[in-house]
């Protein structure tokens, strides 16, 4: 199993930009699709953004495509996400996870989680 620490969350205006980051601990990283989640007060959780264990693929929720990018580097271990035009609506606290596949990011289980980094945009 991976352990996930995300970091690179605060308090942003409108149209600013946030690169989140998520330091995974353990030998397995390069064999996991990794992914980021948010979850807004009184919202279930959500599927914001995964990239394939190589790094080939990608996947977005609609309501951040073309505005948000999620990276891995193997050699540091790390998963990002930035995150550009920010928008309120996309305040939230902000989930790093680890999956076997893309697939199984979206429908689950979900292997392992991060305790959360919160994003606010203010208005």
């Known amino acids: 199993q991976v352990q996930l620490v995300e970091s690179g969350g605060g308090l942003v205006q409108a149209g600013g930009s946030l690169r989140l980051s998520c330091a995974a601990s353990g030998r397995t990283f390069s064999t996991y699709a990794m992914g980021w989640f948010r979850q807004a007060p009184g919202m279930e959780r959500e599927f914001v953004a995964a990239?394939?264990?190589?790094?080939?693929?990608?996947d977005y929720t609609d309501s951040v495509k073309g505005r948000f990018t999620i990276s891995r580097d193997h050699a540091k271990s790390t998963v990002y996400l930035q995150t550009n035009s920010l928008k309120p609506e996309d305040t939230a606290v902000y989930y790093c996870?680890?999956?076997?596949?893309?697939?199984?990011?979206?429908?689950?289980?979900?292997?392992?989680w991060g305790r959360g980094t919160q994003v606010t945009v203010s208005s």
């Open positions: 996870a680890a999956a076997r596949d893309i697939a199984t990011m979206k429908t689950g289980p979900v292997g392992s």
């Open positions: 990239i394939s264990w190589g790094g080939g693929n990608t």
